[in-house]
């Protein structure tokens, strides 16, 4: 079940415009052009801004989401790209050169069982040879640490909606699991609040849930746009 921020269409309607700024996004694009990539699914394609923009630039991308409020949105940005409101463990038949989990994605899948049945969907919705690619935050960096409301609260005036307050306060954090719980108040008035817990999975974890799946890892790199605070995780199929 995706949460809440995702899944309201109230909040779903907020992603973009409490969070404009997408310069990670370009590195993903140039890091599929090494790769060759002419097709690609992008796996928790929430808002839909970077499925969107490959298709700008000619690739042909699928993007899934469970989250029908994100994808409703994701649908008025283009007509090129085909949306399907699902995950990576019910996709039908495909055979892509590249899969993407941009944002941190990989991070709600808090069991294992998730996280290695959506890493098998993936592998089976890749060609032989495709390539994986996607982020997680560096654990050691303790980013929830500044998961506070002196940290993270913001007004923004959103288009069609008004003033909005955000801020973000943590829940718990125990073993590698972090909970936090996200407000919003629109127009001083409304409410509302959605609680996430993501996953800090430790690089080695990653590379042995990859080649537990059948992916081999080829590189580590690190997010331009965050320096240090994310594992950028290049993988192929293996075959
Ligand atoms: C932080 S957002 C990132 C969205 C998008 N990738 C981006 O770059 O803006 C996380 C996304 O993961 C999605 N999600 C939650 N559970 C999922 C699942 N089981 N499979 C795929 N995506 C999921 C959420 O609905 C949400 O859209």
Redesign the pocket.
């Known amino acids: 079940m995706?949460?809440r921020a995702?899944?309201d269409p109230r909040l779903a309607a907020l992603y973009d415009p409490l969070d404009p700024d997408r310069s990670d996004?370009e590195p993903y694009a140039a890091i599929l052009t090494e790769l060759g990539a002419r097709s690609v699914l992008?796996?928790?394609?929430?808002?839909g801004?970077?499925a969107a923009l490959l298709a700008d630039r000619g690739l042909e991308v699928i993007g899934?989401?469970?989250?029908e409020a994100?994808v409703e949105i994701a649908r008025t940005k283009s007509d090129a790209v085909t949306w399907l409101v699902t995950?990576?463990t019910r996709l039908p038949p495909l055979d892509v050169d590249a899969a993407t989990?941009?944002?941190?994605?990989a991070q709600?899948?808090v069991t294992d069982e998730?996280w290695l049945a959506?890493l098998r969907g993936i592998r089976e919705a890749l060609r032989a040879g495709g390539h994986l690619v996607f982020e997680s935050r560096v654990p050691e960096r303790r980013a929830w640490l500044e998961w506070d409301r002196a940290h993270t609260w913001d007004r923004t005036e959103v288009p069609g909606v008004g003033g909005v307050e955000s801020w973000r306060e943590l829940i718990g954090a125990r073993d590698d699991l972090v909970s936090f719980r996200s407000t919003f108040v629109l127009e001083d008035t409304v409410v509302l609040t959605s609680d996430s817990t993501l996953r800090f999975r430790s690089r080695e974890q990653i590379e042995s849930s990859l080649a537990d799946t059948g992916f081999t890892v080829i590189e580590v790199r690190d997010a331009p746009d965050r320096p240090g605070r994310e594992y950028v995780f290049v993988a192929r199929r293996a075959d």
């Open positions: 995706p949460d995702f899944d996004l992008d796996v928790g394609c929430g808002t801004t970077f899934v989401d469970p989250a994100s995950d990576a989990m941009t944002a941190n994605v709600v899948f998730d959506t």
